[in-house]
């Protein structure tokens, strides 16, 4: 089977977070499949899957979280892989959609297939331990989004 060149997959950016005591705190994974560094929730959408779908499907796979709240943002990007992946060879990258997705639940149930750990913590935190660049970006859109409602909210 032939290589396809400039093929991108579609996907989704999860920024996952929680109301801790007041603060808020988001949800990093250590990633150990086909690259090592921190992330937050990701993946494709399947053939036939709806956008939430695939979120909500992510989530499960990923956390086993069910969040009690969802935000679609107008943020979008798409990366090249670094490298050949063997499980996505027809692609050389992936666009995705930000998602933000609240829970109550702070434990966490990882698929230790893709993941070897996770933290939550604070924004600031995040930015440094986030290892790429788009996703630091997607965390500001985030975080600037949700300190505009608690500031409303006084």
Do not use: C
Not at 5 to 31: A, E, H, S
């Amino acid at each position: 089977m032939a290589i396809k060149t400039g093929v991108f997959r579609k996907g989704v950016f999860i920024v996952v977070y929680t109301n801790d005591k007041g603060k808020i705190k988001y949800l990093l994974l250590k990633r150990k499949l086909h690259w090592k560094g921190w992330e937050f929730p990701k993946g494709g959408i399947k053939k036939g899957e709806g956008i939430l779908k695939a979120v909500k499907r992510e989530l499960k796979e990923e956390t086993g979280i069910n969040p009690v709240k969802i935000i679609e943002y107008k943020f979008k990007g798409r990366y090249k892989y670094p490298k050949k992946i063997s499980d996505r060879k027809e692609f050389i990258g992936q666009t995705f959609q930000l998602y933000s997705a609240e829970t109550k639940n702070k434990k966490i149930k990882l698929d230790k297939r893709e993941h070897s750990q996770y933290k939550w913590v604070g924004f600031k935190e995040a930015v440094k331990m986030l290892t790429w660049k788009n996703q630091k970006k997607s965390l500001e859109v985030v975080n600037h989004a949700i300190s505009k409602k608690r500031i409303r909210k006084i």
